[in-house]
């Protein structure tokens, strides 16, 4: 089992930026697939960017070219870089590690607002 707690999260204004951290409570290294969900209100929660243990990435269509998923194996902790935030970019950010069915787990999730 691994304990997932986000940080990071806040209020920013549109075009501005934010790092989200992700801790894990045990190694990350042999983990599959690390990840940055979110959730806004009224919809259901989606994918924003993973990263596999070998360094692959994949990104939302919305946020490519403007976030960046990176996993420091030593700290045990993946981050989300976001730049050029936009309204729509509000919502609750999950972080979620994967290996099987049986080994997902989510963080209870941080806070994204971008606002004037």
């Known amino acids: 089992q691994v304990q997932l707690v986000e940080s990071g999260g806040g209020l920013v204004q549109p075009g501005g930026s934010l790092r989200l951290s992700c801790a894990a409570s045990?190694?990350?290294?042999?983990?599959?697939?690390m990840g940055w969900y979110r959730q806004a209100p009224g919809k259901q929660r989606d994918m924003v960017a993973i990263?596999?243990?070998?360094?692959?990435?994949r990104y939302a269509d919305s946020v490519k070219g403007r976030f960046t998923i990176s996993r420091d194996n030593a700290e045990n902790t993946v981050y989300l870089q976001m730049n050029s935030l936009k309204p729509e970019d509000t919502a609750v950010y999950y972080c979620?590690?994967?290996?099987?069915?049986?080994?997902?787990?989510w963080g209870p999730g941080t806070q994204v607002t971008v606002s004037p």
């Open positions: 979620n590690s994967y290996n099987d069915p049986r080994q997902n787990y």
């Open positions: 990263i596999t243990s070998g360094g692959s990435t």
């Open positions: 045990r190694s990350i290294f042999n983990i599959f697939i």
